[in-house]
């Protein structure tokens, strides 16, 4: 074991040696703490945080959930049945928790395939279009702009 790793196994650790072995700035872990993830840890008598293996081990499951693209607030739901209960409990939930994100996924990708599509249609028609008199402030390079989007009102949408 590194010497990072020997430290986790400590009864209890200030705040920078959690930092090390979980790849968490100070700041994360104690708003991470503040947003109520993390239990609020006992003080030495010098006035430190004091952490314990267990806080390790959700802090790396908190910042993997986050690298997953989970929110706080879901995150915040997971961690709040961990006292007492075992992962027979948490996992259902976690499972909806992945499933919602990859639905939002899938959808984020739709958008992002449409946009796609857009642009390499403006990119193909640029080159036909022809160039415009900029004197009188307009650039057709992106098409009619004032025939696509209107400027000012119409009686069915004023401005």
């Not at 958008?111 to 403006?122: I, K, P, T």
Request: net charge neutral; hydrophobic share 35%.
């Amino acid at each position: 074991m590194g010497e990072v790793e020997e430290n986790v196994m400590d009864e209890t650790m200030p705040i920078g040696m959690v930092s090390k072995a979980t790849g968490l700035t100070p700041k994360a872990i104690r708003y991470y703490e503040g947003r109520g993830l993390l239990p609020k840890r006992p003080r030495s008598a010098n006035g430190y945080r004091q952490y314990g293996e267990a806080d390790i081990q959700r802090l790396i499951f908190i910042r993997r959930a986050k690298e997953l693209g989970i929110s706080l607030r879901r995150i915040a739901d997971i961690v709040s049945l961990w006292p007492g209960v075992s992962c027979a409990m948490t996992r259902p939930v976690l499972t909806n928790v992945l499933k919602e994100r990859i639905g939002e996924l899938s959808a984020q990708i739709e958008l992002f395939a449409d946009l796609r599509r857009s642009l390499e249609e403006e990119l193909d028609q640029l080159g036909r279009r022809p160039y415009s008199d900029h004197d009188n402030s307009v650039c057709t390079c992106l098409g009619d702009l004032p025939r696509l989007i209107p400027i000012g009102g119409t009686e069915e949408n004023p401005q």
